[in-house]
C-alpha cells in the first residue's frame, strides 16, 4: 500500500518477488481478481487522473493478497500569489519559479516570486536551499496555518537550481507596513528604538 502524488502523469510499474508469477491489476477501484482485471505485460503503464490500482499475483493455484497504492493528481499553481489565496490543508504542485530570500534555521524558508512572498516550513525537505537559489520547479505541497502564519509544508524534496545563488537584497520597512498580504515578506528594519524590562 502506498500513497504518491503526481503532476501531470505518472508511469506505474508492478513487481512481485515470486518468480514466474502472473500480476492481474483494476484501475477503477474495484478488486481485482484473475476474471476481471488486466494481466500486466511487464510496461510500466501511464496514469494522468487520480487512480486506486490494486493487484494480485498468481502463480499456480496460489493467489496473494490484494495490494493497493492511490496516485493522487494535484492541481497546479504558478504563482505564490495563487498558493497564498489556498484553504488551510489544500494539496497543490508549484510549477512556477520561486527564489530563497532566507533561510534562518534551515526550518523556515522564505521565499519569493515576482510579485509575491511566502514561507515554507520544513526541517527535512528544504534545508539545503541557499539563500538566492532558485527552486526546481514541479514540486508538490500542501498549506497550512500555525499561530495565524500561513506555511507551505512539502511533500517532495526541494531542489536548489543549477549555478551561483543571486544577490538577495531586502526592503526597508516600519512595522506599520507589516500587514496580512505580506506578512512573509523578509525586510530589514531600521532605527528601531527597544526597552527591555
Not at 502506498?2 to 508511469?11: K, L
Not at 488486466?38 to 490500482?53: D, E, K, Q, S, W
Not at 524558508?109 to 525537505?125: E, G, P, Q
Request: hydrophobic share 40%; proline share 4%; aromatic share 10%.
Amino acid at each position: 500500500t502506498a500513497d504518491t502524488y503526481f503532476i501531470g502523469s505518472t508511469n506505474v510499474t508492478l513487481a512481485c518477488e515470486t518468480e514466474g508469477a502472473s500480476i492481474y491489476y483494476t484501475t477503477n477501484g474495484d478488486a481485482v481478481t484473475t476474471e476481471n482485471g488486466t494481466l500486466y505485460n511487464g510496461n510500466p503503464f501511464p496514469i494522468t487522473a487520480t487512480t486506486t490500482v490494486k493487484a494480485i499475483a498468481v502463480k499456480d493455484a496460489d493467489t496473494s493478497f490484494e495490494n493497493e497504492a492511490t496516485f493522487t493528481a494535484v492541481d497546479t499553481k504558478a504563482d505564490l500569489a495563487s498558493v497564498n489565496a489556498l484553504a488551510k490543508g489544500s494539496l497543490f504542485g508549484f510549477t512556477g519559479d520561486a527564489t530563497v530570500v532566507a533561510n534562518p534555521d534551515n526550518t523556515n524558508v522564505y521565499i519569493k516570486d515576482a510579485n509575491s512572498f511566502s514561507l515554507i516550513y520544513d526541517s527535512k525537505k528544504a534545508t539545503t536551499l541557499p539563500v538566492g537559489s532558485k527552486i526546481v520547479p514541479n514540486w508538490i505541497a500542501k498549506t497550512d496555518v500555525y499561530n495565524a502564519l500561513f506555511e507551505i509544508i512539502p511533500l517532495t524534496e526541494l531542489v536548489a537550481a543549477e549555478g551561483e545563488p543571486a544577490a538577495v537584497t531586502y526592503d526597508e520597512a516600519t512595522f506599520a507596513d507589516v500587514v496580512k498580504a505580506n506578512v512573509n515578506k523578509v525586510v530589514v528594519f531600521k532605527n528601531l528604538e527597544y526597552t527591555l524590562e
